[in-house]
């Protein structure tokens, strides 16, 4: 099975320089915003969902599915490990790495943490019929559903290095602001 170091040809990490680690509820933009930082920065862009199905030869959804959101945990942390190893990527974890208190850890305090911060409301609106494909909203009240998570993830959150408030702005001016902050 390819590991993240053997899948990535002629990586740019640089262990000297922090990851930033963009974090938020599901549908803030992670991983559309952390790919246009990642290039703009001429950084290494590592989106944990995409990583962790590229291994498995699953969707997300499948993973929960057929191995339950425990498993799906610990690809993850996995994953966290092995990044921990390097530095200077652009990471999108998915929305729940973050409440993983142990995974969080082992890439703070170097790395940088910024929360892209939207409403429940703003973050159904951007996903639209993409809500399907997530298996933490494939309840009966996806909106409830967020108001859970962000209450749940709230305080890690706000303990993030920079916020972006991402309600009322696109992606481009996100990776602006971002950049402007993180010009490293």
């Known amino acids: ?47 944990f969902d995409v990583e962790i199905s590229r291994r498995e030869g699953l969707s997300i959804a499948e993973i929960f599915a057929q191995h339950g959101e425990p498993t799906f945990r610990r690809m993850e942390r996995e994953l966290t490990e092995e990044v921990a190893l390097f530095g200077g990527m652009v990471l999108a974890p998915g929305g729940g790495w973050v409440s993983q208190l142990e995974s969080v850890a082992l890439l703070r305090p170097a790395s940088r943490l910024i929360y892209l911060k939207i409403t429940p409301t703003g973050a159904l609106r951007r996903m639209g019929r993409k809500v399907v494909g997530r298996p933490l909203l494939l309840r009966p009240d996806p909106h409830g559903e967020l108001e859970r ?3 749940a993830r709230r305080m890690v959150y706000e303990s993030a290095d920079f916020v972006v408030d ?13 950049q402007a902050h993180f010009e490293l």
């Open 1 to 47: 099975m390819a590991t993240f170091r053997t899948s990535q040809p002629g990586s740019a990490a640089d262990p000297s320089r922090p990851h930033l680690i963009l974090v938020g509820l599901p549908g803030a933009g992670k991983s559309t915003v952390a790919s246009m930082l990642a290039r703009r920065l001429g950084r290494t862009f590592l989106d």
């Open 149 to 151: 998570l962000l209450a």
């Open 166 to 178: 991402v309600e009322n702005i696109d992606s481009q001016r996100v990776t602006d602001s971002i």
